[in-house]
């Protein structure tokens, strides 16, 4: 058995490179870097920094969901901004895709994002048992 699965999802943009959109491997679900690419047009969406913020977390979404899990299950995200001058609008978009016990995240400044994007998103989402003979850990 194949210990990962490309994940696709025909309402997310697809991928600019040779790599998968995302990867689910067991319980996890791994986005690669979401741009804020519009799907239909593959073309980023005009608007600055809290555009692009919400359509690349729209674009993990869409992924996550293809793997079975939702944002809620998310627990690791890293945040690539071309300025952190853009901080405080990316951050109060990504503030209302994780309400509740958001999850860990890194953000960083970088020197150039793909196709001139002003931020780029991964995440990590673990999915959760539905089997309830599954009991976790006590940490």
């Known amino acids: 058995m194949n210990p ?3 994940v696709h999802s025909e309402r997310a ?3 600019i490179g040779p790599y998968s959109p995302a990867i689910r491997s067991g319980d996890w679900i791994f986005t690669s870097g979401q741009l804020g690419l ?3 047009t593959g073309e980023l969406a005009p608007g600055g920094t809290a ?3 919400r359509r690349a ?3 993990c979404a869409l992924l996550i969901e293809a793997g079975g899990a939702t944002m809620a299950d998310v627990v690791k995200t890293t ?3 071309l300025s952190l001058d853009d901080f405080g609008q990316m951050n109060s978009v990504y503030a209302e895709f994780f309400i509740q016990d958001p999850p860990a995240r890194t953000t960083v400044q970088v020197a150039a994002l ?3 994007a002003a931020v780029e998103i991964e ?3 673990r999915l959760r048992s539905t089997d309830p003979s599954v009991s976790r850990r006590k940490q």
């Open 4 to 6: 990962k699965k490309p």
């Open 13 to 15: 943009p697809k991928a």
């Open 38 to 40: 519009d799907p239909q």
């Open 51 to 53: 555009v692009q913020t």
């Open 57 to 59: 977390l729209e674009n």
């Open 79 to 81: 945040v690539f901004l």
């Open 114 to 116: 793909p196709k001139g």
């Open 123 to 125: 995440c990590v989402a």
